[in-house]
C-alpha cells in the first residue's frame, strides 16, 4: 500500500470535498487495518480534530461518534447496561484491549467485515447510520445495498430498547476470528437474530424473525423451528475454517440457546 499524502481536517465539510475530490482518496479510521491493505491512497483524511470521539447518552438513545474506539465503546457505562450487557460482551471478544485501544467503530462499520463481532449484535438493535452531508438511514439497510452512499459516517444512534440480548462467538482460541458468530435480542418488544462469519457478513435472519413474533407462544418447539429455519434460510458456506455443514449446526444450536436466555430472562 502507499499513500501519497496526509491530511488533517479542519472541518467536516472540508473532508467531505477532499473526499469526492478524487476516487482514490480516503478517510482514516483507527487505521487498524490499512497495513493489510493493497488500494494506493492519494490523499488519507483524518477527522480526528473532529470531535466524532465521543459517546452522548440521550433519553432515549446512544449517540456514539463514528471515531470512538471499540474499547472505549465496550466500556461506557450506558452500552454496558443496555440488553444486559450483550453489546460490551461482544466487542470485549475482538483481538486484545490494545487493538480495540485503536480500532473505531466507525471503521468497523465501513470496513463490513465478515468476522466483524461488533455488526453481528449491532444488527439486532434499532441502529441508524448518521453520514454527513445529511444522510441518515438504518444499519440493516446499509449493509444491504451494493452501492454505498458517498459521504462520511459521523455517527450511530442505538436506541434504548433492547430489552435482554445474546451473543456468541464461536472461535479457536480467544484472539482468532470467529468461525460463526450469533446475536439474539428481544428490541422493541420483537425478536431480533443475526449470524456472521458465516464465512459471509453478518445479517438477520428475517425470515426466522418473522415465523417466532408471530408464534402464539415462543414455546420449545417455537424455538426449535425457529433454530431450523435460520440454519435453512441463511446463506453459510465452507472456507479453511469450518464447513458449511459445521456452521449450520452452529447456527442451530445457539440461536435456539440464544432464544431460550432471553425468553428467561423476560418471564
Not at 502507499?2 to 472540508?14: C, F, M, T, W
Request: proline share 3%.
Amino acid at each position: 500500500m502507499d499513500i501519497k499524502a496526509y491530511h488533517q481536517a479542519a472541518s467536516l465539510n472540508e473532508a467531505f470535498e477532499l473526499l469526492k475530490n478524487h476516487p482514490d482518496n480516503a478517510i482514516l479510521g483507527g487505521g487498524i487495518w490499512l497495513k493489510f491493505s493493497k488500494k494506493n491512497i492519494n490523499t488519507l483524511i483524518d477527522l480526528s480534530g473532529l470531535g466524532l470521539n465521543q459517546i452522548i447518552e440521550k433519553t432515549d438513545l446512544f449517540e456514539i461518534g463514528a471515531m470512538v474506539t471499540l474499547r472505549d465503546f465496550e466500556k461506557h457505562p450506558g452500552i454496558r447496561t443496555l440488553g444486559k450487557g450483550y453489546l460490551s460482551e461482544a466487542v470485549g471478544k475482538i483481538m486484545g484491549i490494545g487493538f480495540r485501544n485503536l480500532a473505531t467503530v466507525g471503521g468497523s462499520i465501513i470496513g463490513g467485515f465478515p468476522f466483524s463481532d461488533f455488526l453481528t449484535p449491532l444488527l439486532t438493535t434499532d441502529a441508524e447510520l448518521v453520514f454527513y452531508p445529511k444522510k441518515e438511514m438504518p444499519l440493516q439497510e446499509y449493509m444491504e445495498m451494493k452501492e454505498k452512499p458517498v459521504g462520511i459516517l459521523t455517527h450511530i444512534r442505538i436506541r434504548k430498547n433492547v430489552n435482554i440480548g445474546f451473543f456468541k462467538k464461536v472461535c479457536t482460541t480467544a484472539l482468532d476470528f470467529a468461525v460463526l458468530n450469533i446475536a439474539v435480542a428481544i428490541t422493541d418488544q420483537k425478536f431480533m437474530i443475526a449470524v456472521g462469519s458465516r464465512p459471509g457478513t453478518a445479517a438477520l435472519a428475517t425470515i426466522a424473525m418473522n415465523y417466532l413474533n408471530h408464534a402464539n407462544h415462543p414455546d420449545a418447539a417455537a424455538i426449535s423451528e425457529t433454530a431450523r429455519i435460520v440454519m435453512d434460510t441463511l446463506k453459510f458456506g465452507t472456507d479453511n475454517v469450518a464447513s458449511e455443514e459445521y456452521r449450520k449446526k452452529l447456527a442451530q444450536i445457539y440461536v435456539a440457546r440464544g432464544l431460550k436466555e432471553v425468553i428467561a430472562h423476560e418471564s
